[in-house]
């Protein structure tokens, strides 16, 4: 894992990437997306694979369970690293369909943590 420099808005922020045969994970605060080389960014090709941990860490708590109607920005999941605590969120308001962590459980960068279905 590797950590890059990134502005937007006039601030800064660190971000851990990771890179794999079949391209790359970018982690941020609350969340982290897998980037493909060829992947098309159009609405149409869009598909939200879930809440995934920005990078490794311990689950400090889980706060949804399969069957839970959560908000948008709503937060989900605990997780802790480097010392700090993140908490991810929900992107938009849906119901929970998968919950693959549990509290107390060390998840890598890129790990299925929730999947919200709108």
């Not at 098309?40 to 990078?55: E, K, L, Q």
């Not at 706060?63 to 700090?84: I, S, T, Y």
């Amino acid at each position: 894992m590797s950590w890059k420099i990134i502005e937007h808005g006039g601030v800064r922020y660190r971000v851990p990437t990771a890179k794999t045969a079949k391209g790359v994970w970018v982690g941020w605060p609350g969340g982290a997306t897998f980037i493909e080389p060829k992947r098309s960014f159009s609405d149409a090709d869009h598909v939200d694979d879930g809440i995934r941990a920005p990078m490794t860490g311990k689950v400090v708590e889980v706060k949804v369970a399969v069957g839970d109607v959560v908000e948008a920005d709503q937060v989900v999941v605990v997780l802790e690293a480097m010392k700090m605590e993140y908490r991810l969120t929900s992107s938009s308001a849906g119901t929970v369909s998968v919950v693959q962590c549990e509290a107390g459980k060390l998840v890598e960068l890129g790990d299925l943590l929730v999947t919200v279905d709108e």
